[in-house]
């Protein structure tokens, strides 16, 4: 019985390991093309990226900058995780404040935060009309000032920004000597173990 117990319990802290760190996959894609599946899409293929690009960072990789001008790995963690939270915040329909309120300072739970704001961003535009998404607004708030702009530049800002700088912490951990792990393919969104 005691092994019983024991076995539930690490299997569902391990269930609870995976849920607290997604991405590790792309789902299967859905049957239709709509505009929520398709900007859900664009998100899971952030996470997936981002996922394998954080995944065991060293403390060399996060002070890491290649010029003494450019941003950190730890820095482009940061911005990052206010593009999730954008994503997030805008699938919400609620404003993101500048400066942003709390950003954890332990990598591990901003790599964590980061892929979580991903995650319900992602299931918020799940099954969304075209409609829908022409409703949000990506909406910032500076000093008690909000400024508002079309669903369009979700897109081309902090989606296609987070990307690019997701494909930045790949090249700086490669030039660390910490690549990130063998068998990832973004095509497929799946990784050989």
């Given at each position: ?16 390991a995976q849920d607290k760190i997604p991405f590790e ?70 404003p993101s404040k500048r400066p942003i309120d709390h ?91």
């Amino acid at each position: 019985m005691r092994y019983l117990f024991l076995f539930c319990f690490l299997y569902t802290f391990s269930t609870m390991a995976q849920d607290k760190i997604p991405f590790e996959s792309i789902p299967e894609a859905p049957e239709e093309m709509s505009s929520g599946a398709i900007i859900t899409r664009m998100i899971q293929g952030l996470g997936y990226r981002y996922h394998w690009a954080s995944k065991d960072l060293r403390e060399e990789d996060l002070v890491y900058r290649p010029t003494p001008e450019a941003a950190s790995t730890q820095e482009t963690l940061v911005h990052l995780y206010g593009l999730a939270q954008t994503v997030f915040n805008t699938a919400s329909g609620v404003p993101s404040k500048r400066p942003i309120d709390h950003i954890p300072a332990d990598y591990m739970d901003l790599r964590a935060g980061t892929l979580d704001y991903l995650k319900q961003a992602s299931a918020l535009f799940t099954g969304k009309n075209a409609d829908e998404i022409a409703a949000l607004s990506v909406t910032f708030e500076r000093s008690g000032e909000q400024y508002p702009f079309s669903a369009w530049h979700l897109l081309n800002g902090p989606l296609a920004d987070a990307i690019y700088h997701t494909g930045q912490l790949v090249s700086f951990r490669r030039t660390t000597g910490n690549p990130i792990q063998k068998g990832v393919n973004v095509f497929t969104g799946k990784t050989k173990q």
